[in-house]
């Protein structure tokens, strides 16, 4: 069989050194010749972006952040980027804080470094996201993707470990839905399975040594090429139904999409038998839903909606909102029925495998 597709690779500069942040900050600053920065990072990782920052000229900070970028608090950030006459932006933080930064890139068009806290990889990815009115509307545009990212360990060293698991299981997200999303393609694939491979293998080191580096190493390693392909992929089923409860419902980012993968992955392998063995490969099982699951239940990892505040009533609005936007290219058809029986499931925590014959 010939092979065939077409791929885009997104231009990004990657800087990887534990304990080298503030060195690459201080670097990057140079050589783009900016003069007035703002760094964005919430009040509690200001200490930490002050570290960072330490060997910069910073015109203004930025501390107004909130899950899921409400355009109100967008609108806050870029009215004060546009006050100060900012020429370069950085951020220094979770997805959120990211979200933020492209948020003001979207409409200033200003560069991003950014210098991620956790695994959630919107570092790596040109996809922007906004909530108004219990709506979160994503959508893609090159001028949000930073163009550098710098990557170290070291700062990732204070995310708890349930937060790390939630986060890196979120990356883990990334990998398999660009396994079947609308864009994907071999090199898609390529990056994603080395991304579980990754993230399997480093997760566990957190969990076993917190205060090392070699396991957040791996995560952040594998939160990276999740993103790459994830960018290039689009976004599959997985994450429709994440954005919907996010955005709908304020349900937490990484523990929501920790908590509906294996759901997703159960709801789509056995529509999907390349995707599955691939996946199975990279955690060196015969079987993808197994690989994941011993993986979640050595990390304790989240479990069920419910823990985070989604309740039986919500269902029925979420499954309507998920329908029309799930791709026409997800292996199996969506409909009401099956998307309602998969919400039930990751409400109360039921074993994923029974939805295997759905």
């Known amino acids: 069989?010939?092979?065939?597709?077409?791929?885009?690779?997104?231009?990004?500069?990657?800087?990887?050194?534990?304990?080298?942040?503030?060195?690459?900050?201080?670097?990057?600053?140079?050589?783009?010749?900016?003069?007035?920065?703002?760094?964005?990072?919430?009040?509690?990782?200001?200490?930490?972006a002050r570290t960072v920052a330490a060997g910069i000229e910073v015109a203004l900070w930025h501390h107004d952040v909130v899950m899921h970028v409400p355009l109100e608090t967008a609108e806050k950030a870029r009215a004060a980027a546009a006050g100060a006459g900012v020429d370069l932006l950085v951020c220094v933080g979770g997805g959120s804080t990211t979200g933020l930064a492209k948020a003001v890139a979207m409409t200033s068009r200003l560069p991003i470094i950014a210098v991620p806290t956790t695994y959630a990889g919107s570092e790596a990815t040109n996809v922007w996201g906004l909530t108004e009115a219990a709506r979160k509307t994503t959508g893609v545009d090159d001028a949000v993707l930073p163009?550098?990212?710098?990557?170290?360990?070291?700062?990732?060293?204070?995310?708890?470990?349930?937060?790390?698991?939630?986060?890196?299981?979120?990356?883990?997200?990334?990998?398999?839905?660009?396994?079947?999303?609308?864009?994907?393609?071999?090199?898609?694939?390529?990056?994603?399975?080395?991304?579980?491979?990754?993230?399997?293998?480093?997760?566990?080191?957190?969990?076993?040594?917190?205060?090392?580096?070699?396991?957040?190493?791996?995560?952040?390693y594998g939160a990276y090429l999740s993103a790459v392909a994830f960018a290039s992929a689009g976004s599959g089923l997985h994450h429709k139904i994440c954005h919907v409860l996010g955005g709908t419902f304020?349900?937490?980012?990484?523990?929501?999409?920790?908590t509906v993968l294996p759901y997703a992955l159960a709801f789509n392998a056995p529509h999907a038998p390349e995707a599955q063995a691939r996946i199975a490969a990279a955690f060196g099982t015969t079987d993808a839903l197994t690989g994941l699951q011993d993986l979640r239940k050595r990390l304790d990892a989240p479990q069920?909606?419910?823990?985070?505040?989604?309740?039986?009533?919500?269902?029925?609005?979420?499954?309507?909102?998920?329908?029309?936007?799930?791709?026409?290219?997800?292996?199996?058809?969506?409909?009401?029925?099956?998307?309602?029986?998969?919400?039930?499931?990751?409400?109360?925590?039921?074993?994923?495998?029974?939805?295997?014959?759905l």
């Open 147 to 220: 163009v550098t990212v710098i990557y170290d360990a070291a700062l990732t060293l204070s995310l708890p470990v349930a937060l790390s698991v939630a986060s890196g299981l979120n990356g883990m997200a990334h990998c398999i839905d660009s396994m079947w999303a609308p864009r994907a393609d071999p090199i898609n694939a390529a990056l994603g399975a080395e991304g579980i491979r990754a993230l399997a293998a480093g997760l566990p080191l957190i969990t076993a040594d917190p205060a090392g580096t070699a396991g957040r190493e791996q995560a952040l």
């Open 1 to 48: 069989m010939s092979l065939t597709f077409d791929h885009v690779t997104l231009g990004q500069r990657v800087l990887f050194g534990t304990g080298a942040a503030a060195a690459n900050l201080a670097a990057e600053v140079a050589r783009l010749g900016a003069e007035r920065v703002m760094v964005i990072a919430s009040d509690f990782e200001t200490g930490m």
């Open 250 to 258: 304020n349900l937490p980012h990484a523990q929501t999409h920790a």
């Open 304 to 357: 069920a909606l419910a823990d985070y505040g989604f309740t039986a009533d919500g269902i029925a609005e979420a499954a309507a909102i998920i329908l029309p936007a799930v791709p026409v290219s997800n292996p199996r058809p969506a409909t009401t029925e099956n998307l309602t029986r998969l919400l039930q499931a990751a409400l109360t925590g039921e074993d994923p495998a029974l939805l295997l014959d």
